[in-house]
């Protein structure tokens, strides 16, 4: 059993994070710096089942950059061939440029289709987990987020309605959600470099955003933050009356005895002031008289 404080795994976690962000985001073969521009390709195939028992082929190739969704494909057998087709469309988007493509030893990978495209010199090809330590995780991820957050929830009955649900997800993937390890910008706007200015405008709506919910919230008042006011602020101040000057004992509170003044009935409302001659035995049994009493009670 190993026992941590809660800020010691709090900055083992944030480590971590950013770590994996750094990780994700930024390296590439030989831990070098990745920069855009098609550099390193993901492709992989994935088998989808449907209602009826069948099976559809998906392939996909990604940008390991921008995490864009290039070319892919959904076929209703598995065809080894259709990656080659992909690696085809998405090499028209790589000008002056020859990618990297990352991929496992899957016969849809090592084919003769493929093999063309490497010996023609439009790409290289590089073996996951054996020409290199790491594996093909990206397009991995790829495949599990498509499945269990789209796919799965709709009805697969055929392969007409499986290429629909993945054109809507890619479409969405690459040009709707903002990814948190891109500042905020979404897969299209990394891979075509557009998006250079929305991390400074995001800044800025927030903190305007922080200091309008900081004034809103100084507006607002609540029972526990209400200024106390003085009950004697709300009523009239008291008109008072001199009586005669026999001061009263110190033992009785209803009179002020600094100048003996009573206040008036009706200066205080729904409270009656009655003055009187009141007989208090403080001591013993000796009997003292005080007049000029004040009793207050409820009207």
Not at 27 to 43: A, K, T, V, Y
Not at 193 to 214: M, N, V
């Amino acid at each position: 059993m190993i026992f941590v404080g809660r800020n010691s795994l709090e900055n083992a976690v944030c480590e971590y994070v950013e770590h994996y962000h750094a990780e994700r985001n930024h390296r590439g073969l030989g831990n070098q710096l990745i920069e855009p521009g098609n550099e390193i390709w993901h492709i992989d195939t994935s088998v989808v089942r449907l209602l009826d028992g069948s099976k559809a082929s998906h392939h996909a190739v990604i940008d390991n950059y921008s995490r864009r969704v290039l070319s892919w494909k959904v076929a209703r057998t598995f065809n080894p061939v259709a990656t080659a087709e992909i690696l085809l469309t998405a090499s028209r988007g790589a000008v002056n440029c020859k990618p990297t493509l990352l991929d496992d030893g899957g016969v849809e990978n090592f084919n003769g289709a493929v093999d063309e495209l490497v010996e023609s010199r439009l790409l290289n090809r590089v073996l996951a987990q054996t020409e290199i330590t790491f594996s093909n995780w990206i397009i991995d991820s790829s495949w599990r987020a498509l499945k269990h957050k789209w796919l799965f929830l709709n009805t697969l009955d055929s392969v007409k309605t499986l290429e629909k649900l993945v054109e809507f997800y890619v479409h969405k993937h690459n040009s709707r959600p903002p990814h948190s390890a891109f500042s905020r910008q979404t897969p299209d706007e990394m891979y075509y470099g557009k998006g250079g200015d929305i991390p400074g405008k995001l800044q800025t709506s927030q903190e305007k955003a922080r200091e309008e919910r900081i004034e809103t919230n100084r507006k607002r008042t609540c029972r526990a933050c209400e200024t106390p006011v003085a009950i004697a602020s709300l009523v009239a101040p008291p008109r008072f009356c001199r009586p005669s000057r026999a001061r009263c004992s110190a033992r009785c509170s209803q009179t002020d005895s600094s100048d003996d003044r009573i206040p008036v009935s009706g200066a205080y409302p729904g409270l009656t002031f009655r003055t009187g001659t009141r007989f208090i035995t403080p001591r013993g049994n000796s009997r003292t008289e005080l007049p000029n009493v004040v009793t207050v009670s409820t009207a």
